[in-house]
Every structure is written in C-alpha cells, then in structure tokens.
C-alpha cells in the first residue's frame, strides 16, 4: 500500500524550543492534513493543505505541501508543556480527490512529543 | 453542537465472540469512516459510507462489516474476534464542500476494544 513515513518517532524538548517534524512518501497525494491525538481521545485536525507548495499557518504552527506532493512538514514555533501528544500527517491519494465520496486517508506512524517544562 | 459520538467507549470480549460499535456523526455529516488504531500506529482506514453506502474499504477480512442509517448514524460489527482485533476504533464524519470532498475527517474519542 501507499506507505505515509513519518519522522522522527519521537521527541523530547523543552519548553519553548521550536519542534519540526516531517511526513515523506513514495506516492503522489492531492492533500496532506495534520492531527494531534492526545491520550484517550481521536485525533483533531490542526491543519489541511490543498495546493502543491501551499504554505500554511494556525497559530504556533506552520505546516507545508511540498512541491513534488510527496512530503510535507509541520513546524510548531515557541513549544509549551500543551503542546505534548502524538502528532500524525494523513495524505489523500490523488486519484480519490474527486471522488466526492472516498475518505481513505493514509495515516503515518506518527511523531510523539515530549516537552519538558 | 455535539461531535462525533462513539460508544461503547470501552469494551472487553473474548475469542471467537462477535462486536458491534457505533456512531454517531457531526449533525449535517453524511459521511462517516472507520478506522482501527493498533496502540503506537496511526489509524488504519477500515470503511467510508456515505448516503448510507460503502464507498470505501480498507484492506480488512469479510469478518469486518458495517452499515449506514437514515439518520446517517453507523456501526461497525466484527465477527469471530481474534486477539489481534484489539485496538481502538475510531470513527470519523466528514462533511462535502461543494462538489470535491476536503478530506478533513473529525474523529470521536473511539471505542476501544480488547480481546482476551
């Protein structure tokens, strides 16, 4: 299948560094999204991205779609101790982005964080 | 308004027993997902229905079923449960923009089975 590989694993940082994580893959996907899963709860998307080489930014974070539409990465600036949880990319393959119908998102392995007050 | 609602939120069966996990979308939603999240991996897509029929399916066993309401509520059922079926269950609603699905899915908090 379309592997999503995400990296690093896992991060321990303190409070107030920036933390930079990034998601690659071999196949070509129409949309990269960003969730956060804390323990117990779904994951929540933080941000969508549409358009090869679309910026994006909500708040803290800053997230972008690579050109080749293989990769994407998510920067969080000036961490804080909330910040901590799992964080997964998901790709949607091109050819499902119009197909009105089809929500086969492809999660990566995920990226645990750690930040230490 | 009310998120993705999802229940049980916990449960334990035993070998060879069937489950049925359910939920219900963000009012307006007519798409909803499941996925099954094995502890330290992401979600793994299982199902997409929408208007109440399978669009979508991941690459799981026939004992993985599931449907669609009316009310756009659905459930999972999984069959002949093998230890290797435990995880968490997320499903996840989405909602269409105009005439291209966006791709955001919003989860609930999951149902989180375990098999003995």
């Known amino acids: 299948g379309q592997q999503l590989n995400q990296s690093p694993q896992s991060m321990f940082i303190q409070e107030g560094e920036d933390v930079s994580m990034n998601c690659t893959s071999s196949?070509?996907?129409?949309?990269w999204l960003w969730y956060k899963q804390d323990p117990g709860e779904g994951p929540v998307l933080l941000i969508a991205?549409?358009?090869?080489?679309e910026l994006t930014s909500n708040g803290r974070l800053t997230a972008q779609f690579g050109i080749t539409r293989k990769d994407s990465f998510l920067n969080i600036s000036a961490s804080i101790p909330s910040d901590v949880g799992i964080y997964f990319c998901?790709?949607?393959?091109?050819?499902?982005?119009?197909?009105?119908?089809?929500?086969?998102?492809?999660f990566g392995a995920g990226t645990r964080l750690t930040v230490k007050p | 308004d009310a998120g993705v609602t999802q229940s049980p939120t916990h449960l334990i069966k035993t070998r060879g027993q069937q489950v049925t996990l359910r939920c219900s979308p963000i009012?307006?939603?007519?798409?909803v997902s499941w996925y099954q999240q094995v502890l330290g991996q992401g979600p793994q897509f299982i199902f997409q229905?929408?208007?109440?029929?399978?669009?979508g399916r991941g690459n799981f066993p026939d004992r993985f079923s599931a449907r669609q309401f009316p009310n756009y509520s659905s459930e999972l059922n999984v069959n002949a449960l093998l230890l290797g079926d435990s995880a968490l269950y997320l499903c996840?609603?989405?909602?269409?923009?105009?005439?291209?699905?966006?791709?955001?899915?919003?989860f609930g908090e999951g149902s989180r089975l375990t098999v003995l």
């Open positions: 996840a609603s989405s909602s269409k923009t105009g005439t291209e699905n966006t791709g955001e899915l919003f």
């Open positions: 196949s070509i996907f129409n949309t």
């Open positions: 991205l549409y358009k090869a080489g």
């Open positions: 998901a790709g949607q393959l091109l050819h499902d982005r119009h197909d009105n119908n089809n929500n086969d998102m492809r």
């Open positions: 009012s307006g939603h007519k798409s």
């Open positions: 229905y929408y208007e109440k029929e399978e669009r």
